[in-house]
């Protein structure tokens, strides 16, 4: 069955810090790969996403995310975090014959000034 | 921009009420989903739907909860009997088309069950 993995429940970093957020994925074949980010009372709304190709794909707000297949794994990255960025980030991953995404449990990102 | 909107953003209900969560996709999508994050978890998956028919329902959508779309614009999921656990958050989301697309999610309701 497919899964997601976020380790990291929540990250402090100061602004203007580089930032890692990890994801790790279960899935036989290539999936789709998702980050979306939710900000307090909003909805969730897509930084990126990876379908095939370019290994290294480039979001909105700066944001960028490498799939790594040997290690499964879909990380996002920022080289210099921004105090608007401070909210809860979501990895996903959908298969092609399915419509569904399957979340992970999300990490919450605290920027300190 | 186009965006998915939904009504109300918050709706309290008491245990054994029917509750009607609404959804305006954006206006040319045609797949249409229904999650729900309880507080502290993982948004799950509810339901799909596609020409006017379910695609794929999880687990957790039981005979309780039904979708539908009564007209050309909103897309509605109904709890029939709501019980305590049902208290979550219910994003909706659209897509324009299936497959290398993303789904555009609404800002959620929250429902509290009393």
């Known amino acids: 069955a497919q899964s997601v993995t976020q380790p990291d429940i929540h990250i402090t970093v100061s602004e203007g810090a580089s930032l890692e957020l990890r994801c790790n994925y279960s899935?036989?074949?290539?999936?789709?790969l998702f980050w979306y980010v939710q900000s307090p009372g909003q909805g969730l709304q897509l930084l990126l996403k990876y379908f095939s190709g370019d290994t290294l794909v480039q979001g909105i707000k700066g944001f960028e995310a490498e799939f790594k297949r040997s290690q499964s794994s879909f990380n996002l990255r920022k080289p210099s975090v921004h105090w608007s960025d401070a909210a809860e980030y979501f990895c996903a991953v959908a298969a092609y014959n399915t419509d569904k995404l399957i979340f992970g449990t999300g990490t919450r990102l605290q920027v300190f000034p | 921009e186009p965006e998915v909107t939904q009504t109300p953003s918050h709706q309290v209900t008491q245990m054994g009420q029917e509750v009607i969560l609404r959804c305006v996709p954006i206006s040319n999508h045609l797949y249409f989903y229904w999650y729900r994050q309880i507080l502290g978890q993982k948004v799950e998956f509810l339901v799909s739907?596609?020409?006017?028919?379910?695609?794929?329902k999880s687990e957790i959508f039981d005979d309780q909860f039904s979708v539908e779309r009564p007209d050309g614009s909103n897309f509605t999921l109904k709890i029939r009997s709501t019980k305590l656990e049902d208290s979550a958050m219910y994003f909706c989301?659209?897509?324009?088309?299936?497959?290398?697309?993303?789904?555009?999610f609404g800002p959620g309701t929250r429902l509290t069950v009393t």
């Open positions: 989301a659209s897509r324009p088309r299936r497959g290398g697309d993303e789904q555009y």
């Open positions: 739907f596609y020409n006017n028919e379910i695609s794929e």
């Open positions: 899935y036989g074949a290539t999936p789709y």
